[in-house]
């Protein structure tokens, strides 16, 4: 069974820089994994921010950006705003009979 | 405006069924694959089954093999799920989600599935 891993929790604060990162049990994240990014508010709908790495929707904020990093997919916040504490959870593309995974999801927050 | 939104959810006892509905608009539907993404209570997203444009692929995830079948109609701009043999760890909020050219883009505001007896 693929797993696909993610920080439970990250801290940062107001104006700072954080990456977040996604793993999978099968191996190095590339390209090929088409790596999601999402927010999740709390009581809200999950609002995608990033998708295939680094590409952005036209919603998406200009300081977050996706990248692949040291075998990993990573979501960095650049200039973090109090308003970016939420739950961010990774979806990794595997292929074969069960294709999507989702990580567990990075807890937040800005202090 | 890209819209879609999703209906069926209930309370149901273990055992039981629902079928799920996810209407679409906005979009040419028939044109995308689409998804159900699920979320229990305090958990984490799980990505549940898919489906291709013309509904000639399906996959699922391993814990709903069997019993849970993903459908659509390009007619009617809709999306389905119906689940039969339901247990308690299927309470969740499902989502209908457009996923074309691995993008997850548009998200449906979810349906609340709970199994208890």
């Known amino acids: 069974q693929t797993v696909v891993t993610q920080e439970p929790s990250l801290t940062v604060s107001p104006g700072g820089t954080v990456t977040l990162t996604c793993a999978s049990s099968?191996?190095?994240?590339?390209?090929?994994?088409?790596p999601n990014w999402f927010q999740q508010k709390p009581g809200q709908t999950p609002r995608a921010l990033i998708y295939?790495?680094?590409n952005k929707h036209s919603w998406t904020p200009a300081r977050f950006s996706g990248s692949l990093l040291g075998g990993k997919a990573a979501l960095t916040l650049s200039g973090v705003q109090p308003e970016d504490e939420a739950d961010y959870y990774c979806?990794?593309?595997?292929?074969?009979?069960?294709?999507?995974?989702f990580g567990g999801g990075t807890k937040l927050t800005v202090l | 405006e890209v819209q879609l939104v999703e209906s069926g959810g209930g309370f149901v006892q273990p055992g039981g069924s629902l079928r799920l509905s996810c209407a679409a608009s906005?979009?040419?539907?028939?044109?995308?694959?689409m998804s159900w993404v699920r979320q229990a209570p305090g958990k984490g997203l799980e990505w549940v089954a898919n489906?291709?444009?013309?509904?000639?692929?399906?996959y699922y995830v391993d814990s709903v093999k069997g019993r849970f079948t993903i459908s659509r109609d390009n007619a009617k701009d809709s999306l389905y799920l119906q689940m039969n043999s339901l247990r308690a760890e299927d309470t969740a909020m499902y989502y209908c989600?457009?996923?074309?050219?691995?993008?997850?883009?548009?998200w449906g505001q979810g349906t609340l599935v709970t199994v208890s007896s």
């Open positions: 989600v457009k996923d074309t050219n691995w993008n997850y883009n548009y």
């Open positions: 979806l990794l593309f595997h292929g074969g009979a069960q294709p999507w995974v």
């Open positions: 295939s790495t680094n």
């Open positions: 489906i291709n444009e013309d509904g000639s692929q399906k």
């Open positions: 099968t191996g190095a994240v590339t390209s090929g994994y088409y």
């Open positions: 906005g979009l040419t539907f028939s044109s995308h694959w």
